[in-house]
T-cell receptor, first 112, second 113 residues
Framework: DQQVKQNSPSLSVQEGRISILNCDYT??????FLWYKKYPAEGPTFLIS?????DKNEDGRFTVFLNKSAKHLSLHIVPSQPGDSAVYFC???????????FGTGTRLKVLA | NAGVMQNPRHLVRRRGQEARLRCSPM?????VYWYRQLPEEGLKFMVY????????ESGMPKERFSAEFPKEGPSILRIQQVVRGDSAAYFC???????????FGPGTRLLVL
């Protein structure tokens, strides 16, 4: 049951450039979308979220874009920094519920 | 304000033994969730608990797995008669209410020999 897909298992970006991580979903009931960052041997850390009533949410260097018609969201990191190197998971859910459906993650490597 | 705490961080068990994983939620959080991450996969929901109540265990395997969140003390995920396929990272998360953002602990890495 692949409700959430992150089709790029890994991504390498030069420091200072933009990182774009993508996430596609199939369940039209999802209306709240979260991104988590995970370092090795640590738990996921909440990064940013977006509600389906918006198409963009920005927090510092991180911006999430939502395209509801395409059932697609993306996370932009600009400028990318070496400390951003981690695995990024998108986790859509239905607001008012507690079950997050995690994608398989994208491993981002920011090269100094 | 301490985050979600999990122990042990690493646990090695032989097939047939029992594994007990503990989770202390963030202060002020009474909602606890357990997730499992198999190698090369995303996190999968297992169970949602509030104090003394299991609210949703739809993601738990039907046999050998159980969870509790007593009135006092941490939440415990218990796996009886472990098998090699139980080897995974088990993450606990907590939130102040069921519809607020979940915050994750560092996880317990279970290895079954």
């Amino acid at each position: 049951d692949q409700q959430v897909k992150q089709n790029s298992p890994s991504l390498s970006v030069q420091e200072g450039r933009i990182s774009i991580l993508n996430c596609d979903y199939t369940n039209s009931m999802f209306d709240y979308f979260l991104w988590y960052k995970k370092y090795p041997a640590e738990g996921p850390t909440f990064l940013i979220s977006i509600s389906s009533i918006k198409d963009k949410n920005e927090d510092g260097r991180f911006t999430v874009f939502l395209n509801k018609s395409a059932k697609h969201l993306s996370l932009h990191i600009v400028p990318s920094q070496p400390g951003d190197s981690a695995v990024y998971f998108c986790a859509p859910t239905t607001s008012g519920t507690y079950k997050y459906i995690f994608g398989t993650g994208t491993r981002l490597k920011v090269l100094a | 304000n301490a985050g979600v705490m999990q122990n042990p961080r690493h646990l090695v068990r032989r097939r047939g033994q029992e594994a007990r994983l503990r989770c202390s939620p963030m202060k002020g959080h009474s909602h606890v969730y357990w997730y499992r991450q198999l190698p090369e996969e995303g996190l999968k929901f297992m169970v949602y608990l509030q104090k003394e109540n299991i609210i949703d265990e739809s993601g738990m395997p039907k046999e050998r797995f159980s969870a509790e969140f007593p009135k006092e003390g941490p939440s415990i995920l218990r796996i009886q008669q472990v098998v090699r396929g139980d080897s995974a990272a088990y993450f606990c998360a907590s939130s102040p209410t069921s519809y607020e953002t979940q915050y994750f602990g560092p996880g317990t890495r279970l290895l079954v020999l």
